[in-house]
């Protein structure tokens, strides 16, 4: 019974996401649905006490960095750079190479560090262009993205800086290269698969007849640029270069200067108690911001003249924007934290162990816990912490590196967590101004693309024994 409250739960959320209703409204509700079934007695108190603390403890870290991104995606398009950047790269690769295009920026910027809701909103004023420019339906925007983002530099090709490649190192005692032929076959095979995928889509909406849009009839459309001569391309993208630089920079730089820790007296009345901050916690979160910030001056040095008349504006837009998509992901993170606090997600956990493949078991657990919680960091973590001793006994008796285990739980998190009710894809459809209905299919057909890639690797594993 408990199992079928927790899946109760989580399909009513998918079905109200997918016909467009708030996740905000829905998400407690879904949550605390679930509660009332199973313990009536913990609804307030699992409300205040987990549901509620998640979600502030979300906002709380990653509100600025939403902020942040929709302010530079915004001046990005009011100064022109966006259009300026389409028009060189059709010049280059062609119209018809719009998607690839768009995928490999996204690609570059999450390899380079930038946070997947940042590249979010970085993209967005090209892909809008871009796709216009070429009269590809604005439908096929969301799922670009997400090959481009949400996949194989999120978590398969090795080195990526990104925290679902980041977490299986605290646990396997690898590092952020582990499996480095693994992981780069793996991304192969998701970027031409998921090319092929799209390019596909874009064909038969030609054949169909079917264009960008009418631009009037849709919503969180770019402003068109009015600021006559475009800027060299060359400058244009020198503030996405710089948030790529500026990232890495800080990555380095704030953990030298502050330490594990750093701590300071309020200036108040009385003998206030310090206030200390665990650095090693925001230094990845810090070094994002400070990079944005560095990307937001850059592009007002450049283009102050243009950007000045809108700018009052467009940063409310593009705030109202932050405030809906970060409030988003905030509640589907208070949602799977009170899911994987109820007896039926450890029904389900202890279900998956009973498989018996030792990488099958992991990919199978990490990417089902992944698609419970909404959220591919959140159920690898939960995945691990409860197994990663299993895991490491299965790798020694069956001889297996942990690399490997490292790397298919990596893989495994990126796959089935974008169902959906999670975070980054309800961002960023709120972004793209799309719904599930008119949008989630290449989503979803992008996400089985990437799962299927882990058993590929897996397979790639038992039958070379590459590493």
């Known amino acids: 019974m408990s199992f079928l409250i927790v899946l109760a739960a989580l399909c009513f959320l998918m079905l109200v996401a997918y016909r467009g209703y708030s996740v905000i409204l829905f998400a407690p509700v879904a949550a605390m649905g679930a509660v009332l079934l199973t313990d009536p007695t913990l609804v307030a108190p699992m409300f205040t006490g987990l549901f509620m603390d998640k979600m502030v403890g979300f906002l709380k870290l990653y509100f600025p960095v939403f902020l942040l991104g929709a302010v530079f995606g915004k001046l990005i398009e009011l100064s022109g750079f966006s259009k300026s950047i389409v028009a060189a790269t059709i010049r280059i690769v062609g119209a018809q190479r719009a998607m690839l295009s768009i995928v490999l920026v996204c690609a570059l910027l999450t390899y380079g560090g930038v946070s997947l809701f940042v590249v979010v909103f970085a993209v967005y004023p090209f892909a809008a262009e871009l796709f216009r420019q070429s009269d590809i339906p604005k439908r096929l925007i969301p799922g670009t993205i997400a090959l481009g983002?949400?996949?194989?530099?999120?978590?398969?090709?090795?080195?990526?800086?990104?925290?679902?490649?980041?977490?299986?190192?605290?646990?396997?005692?690898?590092?952020?290269?582990?499996?480095?032929?693994?992981?780069?076959?793996?991304?192969?095979?998701?970027?031409?698969?998921?090319?092929?995928?799209?390019?596909?889509?874009?064909?038969?909406?030609?054949?169909?007849?079917?264009?960008?849009?009418?631009?009037?009839?849709?919503?969180?459309?770019?402003?068109?640029?009015?600021?006559?001569?475009?800027?060299?391309?060359?400058?244009?993208?020198?503030?996405?270069?710089?948030?790529?630089?500026?990232?890495?920079?800080?990555?380095?730089?704030?953990?030298?200067?502050?330490g594990d820790s750093h701590d300071f007296a309020p200036s108040v009345v009385g003998n206030a108690a310090p206030v200390v901050q665990e650095v090693s916690k925001v230094a990845a979160i810090w070094a994002v911001e400070g990079a944005l910030l560095v990307g937001i001056l850059a592009v007002l040095a450049f283009a102050w003249r243009t950007v000045f008349a809108r700018f009052a504006e467009g940063t409310k837009s593009a705030i109202g924007g932050a405030l809906l998509a970060s409030m988003n992901t905030a509640s589907e993170y208070g949602f799977g934290a009170v899911i994987a606090a109820l007896p039926g997600f450890l029904v389900v956990a202890n279900a998956l162990g009973s498989i018996p493949n030792p990488l099958v078991n992991e990919a199978v657990t990490v990417t089902s816990l992944a698609g419970i919680t909404g959220s591919a960091s959140g159920g690898m973590s939960i995945a691990l912490a409860a197994m990663a001793d299993t895991f490491i006994a299965n790798a020694n008796a069956a001889g297996i590196p942990l690399d490997v285990f490292h790397r298919v739980a990596s893989m495994a998190s990126g796959g089935m967590d974008t169902l959906p009710h999670n975070g980054a894809v309800i961002t960023l459809l709120a972004v793209t101004g799309l719904t599930h209905r008119q949008a989630y299919k290449d989503i979803f057909a992008i996400t089985v693309v990437k799962t299927v890639a882990v058993f590929v690797v897996i397979g790639v594993f038992y039958a070379t024994g590459w590493v």
């Open 149 to 258: 983002a949400f996949t194989f530099t999120m978590d398969a090709l090795p080195g990526t800086p990104q925290i679902q490649n980041i977490i299986p190192t605290a646990f396997f005692g690898t590092d952020a290269w582990a499996a480095p032929v693994l992981g780069t076959l793996g991304g192969a095979f998701i970027l031409a698969v998921g090319m092929a995928y799209l390019e596909w889509r874009r064909r038969v909406a030609l054949r169909a007849g079917e264009g960008y849009g009418d631009p009037a009839t849709l919503l969180n459309e770019p402003v068109a640029y009015e600021g006559g001569r475009l800027a060299n391309p060359l400058v244009a993208i020198l503030p996405l270069v710089l948030v790529g630089l500026s990232n890495k920079w800080f990555t380095h730089w704030i953990p030298r200067v502050y």
